[in-house]
């Protein structure tokens, strides 16, 4: 089911960014194609922050997903003022929309976990039963 996720993932943004890519070439560069850029290009900032995050600290999970929560809902209003998302008095959406998404992704994230170790402790478990015969 992961892999499925992941490509059907991989297959929507290569679709959009064909689709998007030919339309910019008949029709120009829209507000809806604009917006869709950015938030490619938001997401893979969002992305290379986190592989830095997980990279280079040891923190406990915990601290861990806060910092990450910190620093994407940094990006997205850093981001956001630049692109013209928010303003001065609605700064505080981003930690909502960070939080929406990040709580989504760190589920899903859990769930394939939970299904590794699972896997895991099976195959470890057939090898004991083997080798106690």
Known sequence: MKRILRDTCILAALMILCV???????VGMTDEIR????????????SLAN????????????????????????IVMLFG????????S???????????????????DAVRTRRDIEFINSKIKSKTVHVNK
């Open 20 to 26: 998007f890519t030919v339309s910019m070439i008949w």
């Open 35 to 46: 917006l869709v850029i950015c938030l490619f290009g938001l997401s893979f900032v969002i």
């Open 51 to 74: 592989y830095f995050i997980d990279e280079y600290t040891t923190l406990p999970i915990l601290k861990c997903y806060a910092v990450k929560y910190v620093s994407a809902s940094g």
């Open 81 to 88: 003022f630049i692109a013209g998302w928010f303003y001065k």
């Open 90 to 108: 609605n700064f505080w959406m981003a930690f909502i929309y960070v939080g929406i998404v990040l709580v989504m992704a760190y589920f899903v």
